[in-house]
């Protein structure tokens, strides 16, 4: 199963930035969808979750910059992202999370894209 991240590039501080996820109808229905990101030299780190009742969780570090949300008839996921920093400067990931509702815990997550680049530049 392949999730298709896209819209990552280059962005300069202050902007935004919207991903989005594309994934398999049958998948993307019955999962919970998460995006994550992975900084230089860094462990993956949780970013945001939407279940299927579009119930929401986001990391502390992103809640009112970051919002999530899902397209169920186009089976897309997205992430808009505002006021980017330097530091936000990663890999972005989105995952499927079959049939659960674990929101954070990465380690439930079935499915992962290949994953977007997001450079901030000051």
């Known amino acids: 199963v392949q999730l298709q991240a896209s819209g990552g590039g280059l962005v300069q501080a202050g902007g935004p930035l919207r991903l989005s996820c594309a994934a398999p109808g049958s998948i993307f229905r019955r999962s919970t969808m998460g995006w994550f990101r992975q900084l230089p030299g860094k462990g993956r780190e949780f970013l945001a979750a939407i279940n299927w009742n579009d119930e929401t969780k986001y990391a502390d570090f992103v809640k009112g910059r970051f919002t999530i949300s899902r397209d169920n008839a186009k089976n897309t996921l997205y992430l808009e992202m505002n006021s980017l920093k330097p530091e936000d400067t990663a890999v972005y990931y989105c995952?499927?999370?079959?049939?659960?509702?674990?929101?954070?815990?990465?380690?439930?997550?079935?499915?992962w894209g290949q994953g977007t680049l997001v450079t901030v530049s000051s």
């Open positions: 995952a499927a999370d079959y049939m659960g509702a674990s929101f954070d815990l990465i380690h439930e997550y079935d499915y």
